[in-house]
T-cell receptor, first 111, second 114 residues
Framework: DQQVKQNSPSLSVQEGRISILNCDYT??????FLWYKKYPAEGPTFLIS?????DKNEDGRFTVFLNKSAKHLSLHIVPSQPGDSAVYFC??????????FGGGTRLMVKP | DSGVTQTPKHLITATGQRVTLRCSPR?????VYWYQQSLDQGLQFLIQ???????AKGNILERFSAQQFPDLHSELNLSSLELGDSALYFC?????????????FGPGTRLTVL
């Protein structure tokens, strides 16, 4: 039973345009959500997070939106850069301390 | 560089064997987490330690065990290895244990069981 799902395994975007990565979850006990970026042969790198009491968090080019009623979150990258090409993982956590990851979306930003 | 180190980088062994993976957390971090990333299961939480004590357990097999030592480094022991245990094993650390503390990941250990 996948509690965190990223339905798009890959996404291709032109440099300078917006990248939108989506994530859905089923467990209403999740109260904190994170996005990680992963390059090949490296561990996941923390990108941005959002608490369930907020609906938006922004950090430079990265913005995460949370729609609790739809159990959906998204990561917006504007403008997209070739260096953003990586696998992006959505993750969710509750007080049990178990970080649950989605399957990842491979983002390719074309110059 | 996250500040989390893992050794070895690669490990090749045979079925039935036992291996130990090592993790050193970021300086000052008290919590250590272990994750397994396999092709068909994605990134899965295995276990968490905080200041030497086990705090949370995920999908960890009985053949696997872990511990955190007084100097806060952690070891993950995998025994009676099977082909399906081949995966990337990541360690992460965070400052304390509240679940809102960001977890920083190491580069991983790639385990191949032949």
């Amino acid at each position: 039973d996948q509690q965190v799902k990223q339905n798009s395994p890959s996404l291709s975007v032109q440099e300078g345009r917006i990248s939108i990565l989506n994530c859905d979850y089923t467990n209403s006990m999740f109260d904190y959500f994170l996005w990680y970026k992963k390059y090949p042969a490296e561990g996941p790198t923390f990108l941005i997070s959002i608490s369930s009491i907020k609906d938006k968090n922004e950090d430079g080019r990265f913005t995460v939106f949370l729609n609790k009623s739809a159990k959906h979150l998204s990561l917006h990258i504007v403008p997209s850069q070739p260096g953003d090409s990586a696998v992006y993982f959505c993750a969710a956590i509750n007080a049990g301390n178990m970080l649950t990851f989605g399957g990842g979306t491979r983002l390719m930003v074309k110059p | 560089d996250s500040g989390v180190t893992q050794t070895p980088k690669h490990l090749i062994t045979a079925t039935g064997q036992r291996v130990t993976l090592r993790c050193s957390p970021r300086s000052g971090d008290l919590s250590v987490y272990w994750y397994q990333q396999s092709l068909d299961q994605g990134l899965q939480f295995l276990i968490q330690y905080y200041n030497g004590e086990e705090r949370a357990k995920g999908n960890i097999l009985e053949r696997f065990s872990a511990q955190q030592f007084p100097d806060l480094h952690s070891e993950l022991n995998l025994s009676s290895l099977e082909l399906g245990d081949s995966a990337l094993y990541f360690c992460a650390s965070s400052a304390r244990q509240p679940h809102t503390d960001t977890q920083y990941f190491g580069p991983g250990t790639r385990l191949t069981v032949l």
